[in-house]
């Protein structure tokens, strides 16, 4: 079986998921992906009727067994500087973050 | 035998009768650790292994010794005072390190995390701490989860295997696994996505309990595949496994996937036995695929003779006791767990990771950057290790708009067909009317260390016979059940229908009575031989 991740799709790939790799890395984890799409292509033999559902969770979701959605209200939460401390750079009370690029929607 | 080699529930009875106090328990298992566990991992991957650090198990990454040190003298307070001082009284127990535990590190092995200090505690941590137990630390895993190995641990050096220590512990909770099996505690808060509870503990000769999806809260649980993710016990004993998950589970505000089921009391009903119960064994689940080295080509062959053997001298020992074997139970898409779980909880994974980007918390580059992308991709690149990427990038090229519906929406609807196969077998009205299955926790025993790391398919098929349980959501438990011809630990595993711990544990139960005078119940780990 050919690739199914060229190098091209795999830059894509890169791109969209906001990472940086190094030439090593990357021929790692093309190949590991091709042979993990090797396995995934297992699915193909299972002959699926078209009324066969998806199942987002295994147990199901009946109303005697979950959970009643809370009032969705706003609560201050106790320590607002103990989340602000996390922040690799924090200035005022902002979190501080190079410039946003502007970009030219097409 | 010293104090951290008993059980919780033998623990707790001592400390109640005041035969002991908390601060000595802690003291045992802080001795133990010592002389057991060698250097903590760390982000220094420059210090090459000794012969003494391959002689450790190495299951922790942050020690919490002085906080233990105040939660045992409360413990003692409270006995002392004539209050109740909670089910887990006094009961050392390590955390996997992927839960959040307020102003500890909770790093979930990554160096993106690495700095990172929670402002809140994770409710089943929450619930111990409540109960009376007492946290030690915080223990490896997996990067992320990550893995079956715990050798893709950011924290090196990553855990090895009490039993034998050139074998890996298993994972992604082979450090809990690895702590309770060295008696370093005796009781640990692991989770299971694909059976990172139920493998560690089969490896490492322990009790693991994946429970019933929403069985127990995630709350403050760092995601990794958020349909699938079960917090649960490692224990050295079904009755302490129990009373652990007794004390973790039930409905929890922060968390609307927490089932507001009432919590069954455990253990009023261990001791009922097997009388009358329907056991299945699956011929489905004594055929083991991995992929050929060579082509990558899935091949398919029978499970080792060692293993079935264990488990169908358990399904004897179980019928003696007067319950009702019911053989070849067809499983048939078994099979498909694995290959729908490589859609499944990639795409999860990638959705989950994408928080992490130098902007809230965790590590930001050093790199100075006038590009806020950059920035991102910089700190991404240097803060996860191959797993997470492999994660994210599998799981974006499976959920892209163009592939959707050949990859993900298909292993969307396997998934259904996965559990519609425990459905059948467990309806009460159907033709098989099970009370659990019986089958192997895993297709092989814990192998050596770096011998499957770095083949990512590979190492998932060590998953294949636990995942699934995590596509049904059902609960599992794996029980040592012996050795194998080179002494390491065999697991079995009990699969029942929702929330049927109760059954799973009874059985459990049982199987340790009919076997509690066997030699290889006397046997120590290598690690322990010494003492």
Known sequence: MSEQITQEVFEHLVELAALQLDPEQAEYLRRQLNNQLKAIHELEAIPLDEDIPISLHGVPYEESGSAKPREDEWIKYPDVKAILDQAPQIEDGYIVVPDIPHTELK | ?531
């Open chain 2, 1 to 531: 035998m010293e104090l951290c080699d008993l059980t919780a529930l033998e623990l707790t009875k001592m400390l109640r009768k005041k035969e002991v106090s908390a601060v000595e328990i802690l003291q045992s298992s802080l001795d133990r650790i010592a002389k057991v566990d060698g250097r903590p991992g760390s982000l220094d991957h420059t210090t090459e292994l000794t012969e003494e650090d391959k002689q450790k198990v190495h299951a922790f990454i942050t020690r919490t010794d002085e906080i233990a040190l105040i939660q045992a003298q409360e413990v003692d307070r409270k006995i002392s005072a004539g209050e109740d001082p909670g089910l887990l009284a006094g009961v050392p127990f390590s955390v996997k390190d992927i839960f959040c535990v307020k102003d500890t590190c909770s790093t979930a092995a990554s160096k993106i995390l690495a700095n990172f200090k929670a402002p809140y505690t994770a409710t089943p941590v929450e619930r111990m701490l409540q109960a009376g137990a007492v946290m030690v630390g915080k223990v490896n895993l997996d990067e992320f989860t990550y893995g079956s190995s715990n050798e893709s641990s950011a924290f090196q050096p990553s855990p090895r295997n009490p039993w034998k220590t050139d074998r890996v512990p298993g994972g992604s909770s082979g450090g809990s696994a690895a702590s309770v099996g060295a008696g370093e505690v005796p009781l640990s808060l692991g989770t299971d996505t694909a059976g990172s509870i139920r493998q560690p503990a089969a490896f490492c000769g322990v009790v693991g309990v994946k429970p019933t999806y929403g069985r127990v809260s995630r709350y403050g649980l760092i995601a990794f595949a958020s349909s699938l993710d079960c917090p649960g016990p490692v224990a050295r004993t079904v009755s302490d496994a129990a009373a652990m998950l007794q004390v973790i589970g039930g409905a929890d505000p922060h968390d609307a996937t927490a089932s507001p089921l009432d919590m069954p009391d455990y253990l009023s009903t261990i001791e009922d036995g097997v009388k009358g119960m329907r056991i299945g064994l699956s011929p489905d689940y004594f055929r083991i695929t991995y992929p050929d080295p060579k082509t990558g080509d899935l091949l398919s062959q029978p499970l080792p003779a060692e293993i079935e053997n264990a488990v169908r001298s358990a399904a004897e020992k179980l019928a003696a006791m007067g319950a009702e074997i019911i053989e070849d139970v067809p499983m048939p898409n078994t099979r498909f767990g694995i290959p729908a779980y490589f859609v499944i909880s990639r795409v999860e994974a990638a959705s989950n990771l994408h928080r992490y980007d130098g902007v809230k918390y965790g590590l930001r580059t050093q790199q100075s950057f006038n590009d806020l992308n950059k920035m991102y991709r910089f700190t991404r690149n240097e803060g996860f290790g191959l797993q997470p990427k492999l994660r994210i990038l599998m799981g974006m090229y499976v959920s892209a708009a163009q592939y959707s519906e050949q990859y993900y929406r298909r292993a969307l609807r396997v998934r259904t067909l996965i559990r519609r196969d425990f459905e059948a077998v467990y309806d009460p009205r159907g033709k098989y009317r099970l009370d659990a299955l019986l089958t192997p926790t895993t297709p092989t025993t814990a192998f050596e260390m770096a011998a499957v790391y770095g083949n990512s398919v590979l190492m998932q098929y060590a998953d294949q016979l636990t995942v699934p349980a995590n596509h049904a959501g059902i609960p599992g438990i794996s029980l040592p059940a012996g050795f194998d011809a080179s002494g390491l630990p065999i697991g079995i595993q009990l699969l029942g229908a929702d929330f049927t711990e109760s059954t799973l544990f009874r059985i459990g139960r049982a199987f340790e009575k009919a076997t509690e005078t066997e030699s290889w119940r006397q046997v120590k780990p290598q690690v322990l031989q010494d003492f």
